[in-house]
C-alpha cells in the first residue's frame, strides 16, 4: 500500500489543545485550538473547516485516526466518540494511535521522552529512540522523569507538562513551543503508516488508553467505602 494514495483524516483531543487534520498524500492540513471552550464545543466546527479548507470530500477518506490516549480522560472519551460516529456514518476503518507515539513523531531522528500532565506532578511517560519505542507507558512523577532522562546521553522532552519542569540537567532540553503538545498531523502520520501495515482497530470496540483510573472513579470509590463502613458500624 502506497502510503502517498492514502488520506487519512485525524483527530487530537488528549490535552487542552484540541486539533483536527487532513492528511492527503504529501498535502496536510489542520487546525489547532487551545481555548476556554471544551472540546465538544470546538471540534466537530474544527474538523468541518478541516475539510472544507482542504477540499477533500469525505468519499476520499480512507480511513480516521485518533489519539487514544494516556491524557485527558474527558478529552480522549469526547474524541474517540466523535472519531467512533464518523467512521461508522461514512464507513471508513478507524485507527487506535498513541498520544505518546503522536508526540514523539516531531522529532523522528531523535532519543525523546513524551510526557502527558497525569495530575498530582506526575506524567505519564514513555521513551522514544527514532520513533521505536524503548520503555513501557509509566506514570511518574516530574522529578522521577527528568532524572531518567538523564541517564542517556542526549534527549529531548515533549509534552504538556514542560511549564512544571523546574530545572534540567545539560544533556536534557525541552522541545520548542510549537512542538510540545500532540498534533492531529502527527497522528495522521502514525495512522497512516499502521493502515499501510494492514492494522486497523474495530468501530465498535476500540476503547481510550487511560493507564489509571479517573480521579471521578477513585472519589466514588472513596464514598462507597465510607458508606459500607458507616452501615456496617
Known amino acids: 500500500m ?28 489542520e487546525i489547532i485550538q487551545d481555548s476556554k471552550l471544551t472540546h465538544s464545543e470546538t471540534l466537530l466546527p474544527q474538523f468541518k473547516e478541516v475539510l ?5 470530500k469525505r468519499e476520499m477518506i480512507d480511513a480516521i485516526a485518533v489519539s487514544i490516549g494516556p491524557g485527558s ?12 460516529a464518523l467512521s461508522y456514518a461514512w464507513q471508513v476503518k478507524i485507527i487506535g494511535v498513541s498520544t505518546l507515539q503522536a508526540l514523539a ?10 510526557m502527558i500532565d497525569a ?3 506526575r506524567a505519564y511517560v514513555q521513551i522514544f529512540d527514532r520513533l521505536a519505542p524503548i520503555t513501557e507507558i509509566e506514570i511518574l512523577s516530574i522529578d522521577e522523569a527528568i532524572n531518567k532522562a538523564a541517564d542517556f546521553d542526549e534527549m529531548i522532552i515533549c509534552g504538556d ?3 512544571k519542569i523546574k530545572s534540567l540537567p545539560e544533556n536534557v532540553k525541552i522541545a520548542p513551543l510549537n512542538m510540545r503538545i500532540p498534533r492531529a498531523i502527527n497522528v495522521a502520520l502514525c495512522g497512516r503508516e499502521i493502515l499501510a501495515s494492514g492494522k486497523v482497530d474495530n468501530v465498535m470496540n476500540i476503547e481510550p488508553l487511560y493507564i489509571r483510573r479517573s480521579e471521578a472513579e477513585v472519589l466514588w470509590e ?10 456496617r458500624n
Open 2 to 29: 502506497n502510503l502517498k494514495n492514502l488520506c487519512i483524516a485525524a483527530i487530537e483531543t488528549s490535552t487542552n489543545a484540541a486539533s483536527a487534520a487532513i492528511c492527503n498524500g504529501d498535502k496536510f492540513t
Open 52 to 56: 472544507k479548507m482542504s477540499n477533500v
Open 73 to 84: 480522560f474527558t478529552g480522549l472519551r469526547i474524541g474517540l466518540a466523535t472519531a467512533k
Open 105 to 114: 513523531y516531531h522529532f523522528p531522528y531523535s532519543k525523546v521522552m513524551a
Open 119 to 121: 495530575q498530582k506532578n
Open 161 to 163: 507538562v514542560s511549564n
Open 222 to 231: 472513596k464514598r462507597n467505602n465510607n458508606s459500607e463502613c458507616v452501615i
